[in-house]
C-alpha cells in the first residue's frame, strides 16, 4: 500500500548514501525547524525535507531594492518565556527589544489599537461614544451564552456599534468569511484592553500604563524575523537540511509511515517522520488509509493567502508605529506596516517602505493581479493617510504568500479533530505546525511544539 513501489535510496546533494532510516521531518518552516532544532540538541539523527529553494516558510525576510521586510508584519511575542530564551541564546544581541503601539485607521482617524476606552472616546465623539455605551449594554441584556460564532462573541463582548465598526469588517477582510461564519477562537487578543481596569489605569496614570497594555512589547531580530529561522537551520547543521525536496508521497503498511517520496521519483527511508506540511496535503498522500468521511472532512478545509504589497519611498520615515489596521471596506489591506520602526537596520538611511497585507484567496483577481497594478492600487489608497508625497513613491514589488492562514470557519475544529484523529492511526508520524495542524498559532507555538515533538521521541526512544 502507498504511493510509489520504487526501492529504497537516500540521495543527497553529493550522490547516492546508504539508506539509513532516520526521521524525517518534513517542510522546513519555523516548526520543522524548530523541531530539527531541538532534534539536534537530543543528538537523533534526522533529515528536513523542504519544497522551496529556501528555508524559513511563511516567516521569513526578503530583500528588495536595498530594502529589508518580513513575509507579513512579524514579531516575537513573549508569551513563552522558555523559547524567549532559546530565540535569546541564538540570535544573542541581534535579538532588540522593542516597544511600539500600533493603531487603526477608521473614518480617516487614527486610533490606538488595542482599543481602550479612553482612545475610543475621543475617536468617536460624545454622541458616537454614548451611541456605542448603549450598545454595549444591550447586547450584554440579549446576547446571552458564548455562542458559537465570533459575531455572537463580539457583539456580546463589545455591543454591535463597536463590533461592526473594528472587529466584524475586519475579521471578514482577514479570513474571507462573516463573522456569523467564523469561529470565535479567531479574535485572539484584539479589544482585549476594553475593560474598567484598563479605563481607570489609562485615566490616572496615562502613558505609563497605557504602553503596559497595549500591546507594544515585543522582541525583533535586528535584520529581520527571518533571522530567527535561519538560527535554526544553521543550528540544524547545512547536511541536515535539504531545499528544493518537495515531499510528493508517503509509503506506508497502514499502521507505519515507511518512507518518504520526495520530487516525484526518489525514496528515503523514515524511522520516524514529522510532518508540517499542510493538513490536507498530509491527508492527501494518505488518503488511501482515512475512511471516506473524513476524506469529506478534509475537502472542506481551507486557507487564506496573502499579497504583500512594498511601496518604496525615498523618505527617512513615514510612520511611529508597529502596524496601522485598516477595518473600514474601502481599503483592500487588513494592515501596513514600516519594516525600520522594528529595527532602523532594516532600511539604508533617508530610504524607507511600507507594506500592505491584502488577503485573499487563491481564486481572487487580487491573487494573480499584476505587479504595477497593485503597487498603483496601494500607493492610491495610502495617499490620504498623510504619509508620503507622491513625487517619494520610487517604486514597489509584491510577494505573494500562499496558504497564509488556516481558515478558521465556525464548527471546522470539530472536522479537524476527525482528520487528526483519522491519521493518528500512523504510530510513527506527529503532525506539527500552524497548518500542519490547521491551527491559528504563532512562532514560539512553533518553537514549543518542535520542543515537546522531539521530547516525546526522545522518551519512545531513548537511543534516537
Ligand atoms: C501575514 C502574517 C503575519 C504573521 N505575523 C506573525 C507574528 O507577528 N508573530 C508570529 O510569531 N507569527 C506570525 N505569523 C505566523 C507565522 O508565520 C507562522 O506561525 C509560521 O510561519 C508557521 O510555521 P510552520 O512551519 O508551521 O508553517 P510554514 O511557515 O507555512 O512552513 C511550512 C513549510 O513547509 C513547506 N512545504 C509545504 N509543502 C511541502 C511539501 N510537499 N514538501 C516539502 N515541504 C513543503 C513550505 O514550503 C514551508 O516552508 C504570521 C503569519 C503571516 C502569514
Excluded at 521569513?60 to 521586510?69: I, P
Excluded at 503596559?212 to 535586528?222: A, N, Q, S, V
Excluded at 506540511?277 to 473524513?294: D, E, H, I, M, W
Excluded at 479537524?416 to 483519522?422: A, E, L, N, Q, T
Aim: proline residues 6%; aromatic residues 8%.
Amino acid at each position: 500500500m502507498g504511493s510509489s513501489e520504487r526501492t529504497p535510496a537516500t540521495h543527497t546533494a553529493g550522490g547516492v548514501a546508504p539508506a539509513a532510516k532516520r526521521l524525517l521531518i518534513l517542510g522546513g518552516g519555523p516548526a520543522g525547524l524548530a523541531a530539527g532544532h531541538f532534534a539536534s540538541k537530543a543528538g537523533l539523527d534526522f533529515q528536513i525535507l523542504e519544497a522551496a529553494p529556501r528555508t524559513g516558510g511563511n516567516a521569513v525576510t526578503f530583500v528588495e531594492n536595498g530594502l529589508r521586510f518580513d513575509s507579513g508584519a512579524h514579531r516575537l511575542h513573549d508569551r513563552d518565556p522558555a523559547m524567549t530564551q532559546v530565540v535569546k541564546e541564538l540570535l544573542g544581541a541581534d535579538l532588540l527589544e522593542c516597544s511600539i503601539p500600533s493603531q487603526i485607521y477608521h473614518h480617516g482617524r487614527f486610533v490606538d489599537f488595542p482599543l481602550s476606552p479612553l482612545n475610543l472616546c475621543r475617536a468617536l465623539g460624545l454622541r458616537g461614544s454614548a451611541r456605542a455605551a448603549l450598545k454595549f449594554l444591550t447586547a450584554r441584556l440579549t446576547h446571552r451564552g458564548d455562542g458559537d460564532t465570533f459575531e455572537h462573541h463580539a457583539v456580546r463582548a463589545y455591543g454591535s456599534d463597536i463590533a461592526g465598526r473594528f472587529l466584524l469588517g475586519y475579521s471578514e477582510k482577514l479570513w474571507g468569511l462573516p463573522g456569523s461564519q467564523l469561529c470565535p477562537s479567531i479574535s485572539g487578543k484584539r479589544l482585549k484592553g476594553l475593560n474598567l481596569r484598563t479605563f481607570l489605569l489609562e485615566t490616572f496614570q496615562g502613558r505609563r500604563a497605557k504602553s503596559e497594555h497595549l500591546d507594544g512589547r515585543f522582541y525583533y531580530p535586528r535584520l529581520g524575523f527571518g533571522m530567527i529561522a535561519e538560527s535554526l537551520a544553521a543550528s540544524c547543521g547545512a547536511e541536515r537540511v535539504r531545499v528544493n525536496a518537495r515531499v510528493t508521497g508517503l509509503r506506508h503498511d497502514g499502521r507505519r509511515i515507511e518512507a518518504v517520496e520526495v520530487n516525484g521519483s526518489e525514496i528515503i527511508p523514515a524511522a520516524q517522520v514529522i510532518c508540517t506540511l499542510p493538513l490536507p496535503v498530509t491527508a492527501g498522500l494518505l488518503a488511501s488509509a482515512l475512511p471516506q468521511s473524513v476524506v469529506e472532512d478534509v475537502a472542506s478545509l481551507r486557507f487564506r493567502n496573502v499579497v504583500l504589497v512594498g511601496l518604496f519611498l525615498r523618505r527617512a520615515s513615514a510612520t511611529q508605529v508597529g502596524s496601522i489596521y485598516f477595518p473600514d471596506p474601502d481599503f483592500p489591506m487588513t494592515r501596513v506596516f514600516e519594516p525600520r520602526n522594528r529595527s532602523a537596520e532594516m532600511a539604508p538611511p533617508g530610504r524607507t517602505m511600507l507594506v500592505a497585507e491584502i488577503p485573499c484567496d487563491p481564486a481572487d483577481a487580487v491573487w494573480q493581479q499584476p505587479e504595477e497594478e497593485l503597487v498603483s492600487l496601494v500607493a492610491d489608497k495610502l495617499r490620504g493617510c498623510g504619509w508620503f508625497h507622491d513625487d517619494e513613491v520610487e517604486g514597489g514589488c509584491v510577494k505573494r504568500l500562499p496558504a497564509a492562514y488556516p481558515v478558521l470557519a465556525a464548527g471546522v475544529q470539530g472536522r479537524v479533530r476527525r482528520v487528526i484523529d483519522g491519521l493518528a492511526v500512523f504510530e510513527n508520524l506527529t503532525l506539527l505546525g500552524r497548518n500542519g495542524e490547521f491551527r491559528y498559532t504563532h512562532v514560539h507555538d512553533m518553537l514549543r511544539f518542535g520542543h515537546d515533538a522531539i521530547a516525546t521521541l526522545t522518551r519512545i526512544s531513548p537511543s534516537g
